[in-house]
């Protein structure tokens, strides 16, 4: 087939109907400006063939092809082409009696595309299924060549030039009906799928269902026979059995009637009892009260204990100050006398210091002297000599050489008068030291024995001092240490007093509980203590002490043991000094009611009950003896919640007793009226509670001291005391043998020795001083009778030399003026420092007698102070003596009255106990009798129900019998009649009378899904054999289809480019199934890639290809947009010229701008744009015969 005629109406630039005729059979050119519509006409016949990618006719969607997209009022496309089909062998199957066929495609706006065949209207598949069999398959088109295509051929891959030679050989068409092949068999495995899922899901399961209900039915029939047959047993037995039991319930509760008769009984005598004891209490009461009330005298006495006890407090208190203070005075008085002795040592060795002071200083100062005195006289000799006169007034020679010579020689005589002075007085302390040295000599062995004592004994001194210095303790540690025992002692000391006057208050002698230790090692922390003293009443809750007090009873002085070993060893060697109650804690059994009890009462006067237990505090451990004593009682705000409380039916039977103290008892009984005799015993207990804990503490406190002292620094502490302790010793004996050394007549002869000695030395030194100035004097008078004769010789010369000697004696003046002033200095400082340790010493000394003073001072009044204390503790004892003694007299009282109180108490829990067991008699009275209604009830349902148990209930349990009951296991029984009801209430809920049919349909269908599934298993391998055969014969048709295209590939690339080849070549190393790739020749040398050719060569191998493959197999039209606008004009000329020589039969339509290829054109159209509609006019160049000769 060809096209004769094309007609366009609404087409994109053909907004009128454009009917276009006359095309050549063989070659015709589409040409005109760009944007004139030329490629228009190619889209146009592209829309009929049925192309669906809108993208390769430039647009977005159908709406696009409409002209303007019909905003010009034109909302259809329609295009129709007339093909020739003259030709019978290229005749469309079904189409061969037909000379032409017209195939129209119109859209009409918004959505509707219709297809038209020969006027006929078809579906989209109908039409595409008519091109594709004459090799125009638009969707996979090797006849249509569009502006690109060429590049595109240029980057396909290997496999996408393999699918080319593909669309060549045909075999496309096969793979794409054997991806349809392959669909259709992959949805005839999903009805596979289906079926197997069918069968194994439904059917199956159906069947096995149904199967398995026919089965039960069967077993339903027989199950409800068994039960029938075990159930009539089952009731014969409940029927004998209510009978029986309501027979021995009958006789229960007459036994019951008749306990409950003797509890009533019971508690009427202890209630009788009870009022006795209180009528008996009351007496009691009154004659203590009489007693107590006898002129207030045990107030008075209890007043005055108080009084005394704080004066004898206050003494002793300052009578410890006292002896501190005693022991302060003491120690520094040891100080002072240790500092005294210091100070008298440093005076000693002061005074040696300032004597060297005083020689060096008098030396020094004399030398200066005659140094002065001799510059002075050469000055007035050099003054003499050169003026004649003097300035010294005093001089007896008027001065110059003469009166120098008469002042020397005036001083050796007077040198000469001290040393004969000096040697007298030194002969006769050689005489006196003679003397001495001689006595010395009988007490020599005294005065080293006792030297030697005094060094070893400021060695041993200075060693201890050492010692003690490195011990790790010190005097202000030791003083801490002291003051804290001090403390500690005296705060225990005065909380031992002030508990001892509570204890003396009105029944506050009540909780003073004492004993020994039974053995020792006891563990007193087993002892816990008196209740009263136990409990913890926080302060806002102290307005309700009366209450708790009262409810308590005498069980406050009960007295706390951790068990009944300790109770007993206390009770046996614990010296107690009166009658007491224990209350071992792993022997009580407390007394509480349910919570839930509780907490109805609590709803009856919400905010106005609490449990007493619940107000007070104690520690863990004597929980339940706080339990035992204050049991279920509860504390009420007035006597209308305690009357709820107590009596209400529902939920009372609580023992109450309200803020005032009135006790209401769920037996009936109310007691109070006024302030029990113990009134405020709780309160008290809390200040005495307060001051034991305080006690505690304070023992906790000096125990953890002496602890320290023992483990760790005690030890030291210890060391160190006794190293002091025997420090102070040493220093006492060290005085006492000083004094001994320095009293001795010895030492008074080794003091005068060595003053002797001494005083020798320095007139020793006054004879060599008085030597050593005469001597001086008497080289003066040598000089001075020289300087004489020299001047008269030479009085110049003399003069200037005199002049020189001045000079130099002032220069040597002034340098020793230095010294002198440092040597005054010193020996100034050391005078005012021995000057200072004496008035240090008299300080220190008035200082020792002041504190001497003090001491004694501090003694008589500690005297003082001690006897007033024993004054006043001897009175303390004496009025507590008397007030024990009223106490004790009035303690009778309170035990008779406590005694009372706690067999009150006793019996009250006995009523309560009986109480209960009447309640009890009754709850189990009333049971049994709604038991034995319930029991005849059910027998006379069963004989309503049962009929046949009227008639046959003579028979049950008669031995032999069908009911024998001795023969059966009745539990056994009941089992398994539970467990055939509930197998036959299963079966009878699923099993239905259709389940037998159900069950043939179900197997029917079984039987044709698997034969269904069979046919479609042997289906699939039919199908999957032809696709493996028509694999083989596609291998086959591409080999020879290659061979073939490679060939005309390289002779038609050699006509387009003479002198070289191209050829398709299967990847290195691969097969032809693996693609194919273009190797290009130029000249003799093969090239590597593509990418070595220019733009044009490689435009024309991809235009060489193409034709290869449109020749290989030619189709009756092709398609070609633009395929030389990569070209010359030489090339597209070979290229038209091409088309002519190589596919004759062939319908071509070419757009073209260049007229090297459209001048080879039979027919020429020209499309022009003019008032924004396309025109098309029809140019014939040549006849078309030429081609077919």
């Known amino acids: 087939m060809r096209i004769e005629e094309l007609i366009l109406e609404g087409f994109k630039s053909y907004p009128v109907r454009t009917h276009i005729k006359g095309w050549d059979a063989s070659f015709n050119a589409i040409t005109g400006l760009n944007g004139s519509g030329k490629s228009n006409i190619l889209d146009a016949i592209c829309f009929v063939l049925g192309l669906t990618n809108m ?45 032409t066929v017209t195939v129209t495609r119109q859209f009409i706006m918004p959505n509707t595309n219709k297809y038209l065949l020969n006027g006929t209207r078809q579906q989209q598949a109908q039409i595409q299924s008519l091109f594709q069999s004459i090799q125009l398959n638009i969707n996979n088109p090797n006849f249509l060549i569009m502006q690109g295509r060429i590049t595109k051929v240029l980057n ?74 075990v159930e009539k047993m089952l009731q014969a037995y409940d029927w004998s059995d209510c009978k029986k039991r309501a027979e021995t319930t009958r006789g229960k509760r007459k036994t019951l009637g008749n306990q409950k008769l003797t509890f009533e009984e019971t508690v009427e005598t202890i209630q009788a009892d009870i009022e006795n004891a209180e009528e008996e209490k009351g007496k009691v009461e ?108 005093n001089s007896a020679t008027g001065g110059g050489f003469l009166g120098q010579l008469a002042d020397a020689r005036q001083r050796i005589a007077q040198a000469d008068a001290e040393e004969k002075q000096a040697k ?104 816990k203590g008196l209740v009263a003293t136990l409990i913890d009443l926080p302060e806002e809750h102290s307005n309700k002490s009366t209450a708790l007090e009262i409810a308590a009873g005498g069980r406050l002085y009960n007295v706390v043991v951790e068990d009944e070993r300790v109770g007993k060893d206390i009770l046996e060697r614990g010296q107690l000094k009166k009658r007491v109650t224990l209350i071992p804690l792993n022997k009580i059994t407390s007394f509480r009611k349910s919570a839930e009890r509780l907490k109805a009462a609590n709803s009856l006067t919400p905010g106005k009950t609490r449990a007493a237990l619940s107000l007070v505090g104690y520690s863990a451990d004597v929980a339940s003896a706080m339990s035992f004593v204050f049991g279920d009682t509860i504390v009420c705000d007035d006597s209308a919640s305690a009357n709820l409380v107590t009596f209400d039916k529902n939920s009372g039977g609580f023992k109450s007793v309200t803020l005032q103290g009135d006790v209401y008892d769920p037996s009936g009984t109310l007691s109070g009226g ?47 005391r006794g190293m002091k302790r025997d420090l102070e010793m040493k220093e006492h004996e060290a005085a006492l043998l000083r004094d001994q050394v320095n009293g001795s007549s010895a030492a008074k002869i080794g003091q005068d020795i060595a003053d002797a000695k001494k005083e020798i030395e320095n007139l020793q030194a006054a004879v060599k001083a008085a030597k050593e100035k005469a001597a001086s004097a008497e080289a003066e008078v040598g000089r001075l009778e020289k300087d ?64 001497k003073a003090n001491v004694q001072k501090l003694k008589t009044n500690h005297v003082s102070l001690v006897a007033s204390c024993n004054k006043a503790d001897d009175a303390l004892h004496k009025a507590e003596a008397k007030l024990a003694a009223e106490q004790a007299a009035l303690s009778q009282y309170d035990e008779q009255i406590n005694a009372l109180e706690e067999a009150i108490k006793v019996k009250q829990t006995e009523v309560t106990s009986y109480e209960k067991k009447i309640l009890g ?144 070549m299967p990847c290195e190393g691969k097969d032809l199934m693996d693609g194919l790739e273009v190797k290009v020749r130029l000249g003799q040398v093969w090239k590597q890639s593509l990418t070595e050719l220019s733009g044009g060569q490689r435009s024309l191998i991809a235009l060489s290809l193409i034709m290869a493959l449109l020749q290989f197999k030619p189709a009756p039209m092709y398609i070609l947009d633009e395929i030389d606008a990569a070209l010359d004009l030489q090339h597209t000329q070979n290229i038209g010229q091409l088309f002519r020589t190589r596919f004759k039969g062939s319908q071509f339509i070419v757009v073209s701008l260049k007229e090297g290829l459209f001048t080879n054109a039979n027919v020429l159209f020209k499309a022009r744009f003019r008032d924004g509609t396309s025109i098309v006019e029809r140019t014939a160049q040549r006849s078309s015969s030429s081609l077919y000769r």
């Open 788 to 851: 004489m004769e020299e001047f008269k010789n030479n009085k110049e010369g003399k003069t200037e030399e005199l002049k020189k000697s001045i000079m130099k004696q002032k220069a040597d003046l002034q340098k020793h003026t230095v010294g002198v002033k440092t040597k005054q200095k010193e020996h100034q400082t050391a005078v005012l420092e021995a000057d200072q340790i004496v008035q240090d010493i008299e300080t220190q000394e008035s200082q020792i007698e002041s504190c």
């Open 921 to 1064: 008699c009754e709850a189990e009275i009333g049971t049994a009798e709604k038991e034995e209604r319930g029991l005849m009830q059910h027998v006379q349902e069963l004989e309503e129900e049962f009929e046949w148990i009227a008639e046959e209930s003579s028979r049950f349990g008669e031995k032999g019998g069908p009911y024998d009951f001795t023969t059966v296991n009745i539990s056994q029984i009941q089992k398994k009649v539970d467990t055939l009801k509930q197998r036959l209430t299963t079966k009878k809920v699923k099993f239905h009378d259709s389940v037998l049919t159900k069950l043939d349909n179900m197997e029917k269908k079984e039987a044709d899904n698997k034969k269904n599934l069979k046919t479609v298993l042997e289906d699939r391998g039919k199908i999957t054999a032809t696709i493996e055969e028509l694999d083989r014969y596609k291998r086959d048709a591409l080999q020879n289809t290659w061979g073939k295209v490679s060939e005309d590939f390289g002779a038609i690339f050699a006509e387009l480019l003479p002198g070289n080849f191209a050829k398709l």
């Open 424 to 527: 007298v007085k030194l002969e006769m302390k050689k005489k006196e030291l003679a003397g001495l040295e001689s006595r010395w000599k009988t007490v020599e062995r005294e005065v080293n024995d006792g030297k030697k004592r005094s060094d070893k004994m400021e060695a041993d001194l200075l060693a201890m001092r050492n010692k003690l210095g490195s011990s790790g303790w010190d005097e202000e540690k030791e003083k801490k240490e002291e003051e804290t025992k001090r403390d500690l002692r005296n705060q225990l000391q005065r909380l031992h007093e002030v508990r001892k006057r509570e204890l003396a208050t009105r029944h506050a002698h009540n909780l003073d509980f004492q004993y020994t230790s039974p053995h020792q090692g006891f563990d007193r922390s087993k002892v």
């Open 55 to 99: 993208s390769q006719m430039r647009a977005q969607g159908l709406q696009d092809l409409v002209y303007k997209r019909g905003q010009a009022g034109i909302t259809k496309a329609s295009v129709t082409i007339i093909f020739d089909n003259t030709d019978k062998e290229t005749s469309p199957i079904g189409l061969m009696d037909h000379p």
């Open 156 to 229: 396909m891959r290997p496999q996408e030039i393999l699918g080319m030679v593909e669309e060549a050989a045909g075999t496309r068409m096969f793979e794409e009906r054997k991806a349809k092949a392959k669909k259709t068999m992959e949805n005839k495995q999903k009805r596979v799928d289906e079926i197997q899922n069918l069968l194994r899901e439904e059917i199956t399961p159906a069947l096995d269902k149904s199967r398995k209900e026919k089965r039960v039915f069967l077993e339903y029939q027989k199950d409800k026979q068994e039960l029938e047959k």
């Open 674 to 720: 006024s302030a029990p005799s113990s009134s405020g015993i709780l309160v008290k207990a809390q200040e005495i509670r307060k001051v034991n804990v305080a006690i505690a503490e304070c023992e906790r406190q000096m125990f953890a001291v002496e602890k320290r002292e023992r483990e760790g620094g005690g030890q030291l502490r210890a060391e160190w």
């Open 286 to 393: 009154k004659q203590r009260k009489k007693e107590s009330d006898k002129g207030g005298k045990v107030k008075k006495l209890e007043d005055e204990v108080t009084e005394l006890g704080r004066h004898a407090t206050k003494y002793r208190t300052q009578a410890d100050l006292e002896t501190n203070n005693i022991k302060d005075e003491e120690k520094t008085l040891a100080t002072l006398n240790q500092e005294l002795a210091q100070l008298t040592a440093a005076h000693e060795a002061k005074k040696d210091e300032l004597a060297k002071y005083e020689i060096a200083y008098s030396t020094v100062k004399e030398k200066y002297t005659t140094l002065e005195r001799s510059c002075s006289a050469a000055e007035e000799l050099l003054q003499s000599l050169l003026t004649g006169l003097t300035t010294n007034k």
